[in-house]
């Protein structure tokens, strides 16, 4: 024997179990030597024993390679019995991350054990609760670190309102905003006029105060149903599904024009007030126009507010015809 048996530490499973039957029992059970590295169970492999360490530590990972540890095991602890009482697959790999001894226990030896002590039997309900709570935090953990990314992935960190990411990931629930009531959906493209000569006089400072007060005033005043994204730069899209009234629109951008340039911009890392002006262009979806095809217009649209003095709004409809 490998380990004497006065030398196991105390294992969760033997507590308060009768100490002479617990030595039967590991009297009948094998002492095997792990090298470090060297597997001990194989991922969606099947297991036919649990293994009890007596000596040294594994580490469970998920990748062959164990170059990234989801956690590790103590001497006194146990791995691969809920997938051999429940004749499931190993969920994970298991090496030895230094010289070990395990102590390999088969199904019907545990069944036997838990026959034999109602204390055992307890003992191994407890690992079986713990292990199955460890295992719903792992994932709650996960699925919120996912969420938050998943968040910051489609979210401009400068003002807060969505990125045009948004419309990749959420693409199921874009198409069915575009597609779902035919053509009745409108595009507003939005820019901060003379936003690079603000940059150069002001400081980059004081530029990314004026996009955050320009990006939250115009979340306050568009509807619950639109879409506000910072597009890039100085520029803003604000997608507005289910949208028939082609003049309501037209008139939310003028509510959004107005209310932008009605007053300087005061604020916390600005020295002064600052006139901010904002053009803006419109198109309304013609058909089954696509999507591309939609901003395209309104991106037209905005060009032709621009050009025709700024701080206006321009619907593509009123673009004047080239000479």
Known sequence: MLIHLQDIPLIPLFEEVDEE????????????????????????QPLMHAFLLLRGELMVHLDPSPSYSLGTVQP???????????????????????????CPVPRNELITWARQSHQFSLNLINLLGRRLSTSNRKLSDEQQTGEELRTRS??????????????????ADFQRLFEGNGSAASVLMVDIDHFKALNDSLGHAAGDVVLRAVASRMASLVRSTDVLLRWGGEEFLIFCPD??????????????????????????????????????GVAHRLGDESWEALVDRADQALYAAKAAGRHRVMGYDQIPPQA
């Open 21 to 44: 039957m617990v030595i039967t029992w590991l009297t009948h059970c094998d002492q095997r030597v792990l090298e470090p590295g060297e597997r001990l169970i194989e991922r969606d």
């Open 243 to 280: 949208t028939r009234d082609v003049e309501a629109v037209k008139r939310l951008a003028q509510r959004l024009c107005d209310a932008i340039g009605v007053e300087p911009f005061r604020g916390e890392g600005l020295e002064s007030p600052v006139p901010v002006t904002v053009s803006i």
């Open 154 to 171: 489609i979210t401009d960190p400068l003002t807060g309102v969505l990125n045009r990411g948004w419309i990749t990931s959420d693409g």
């Open 76 to 102: 006194g602890e146990c791995v691969g019995e809920v997938s051999t009482l429940c004749g499931l697959p190993a969920s994970a790999y298991v090496s030895a991350a230094v010289d070990s001894v395990i």
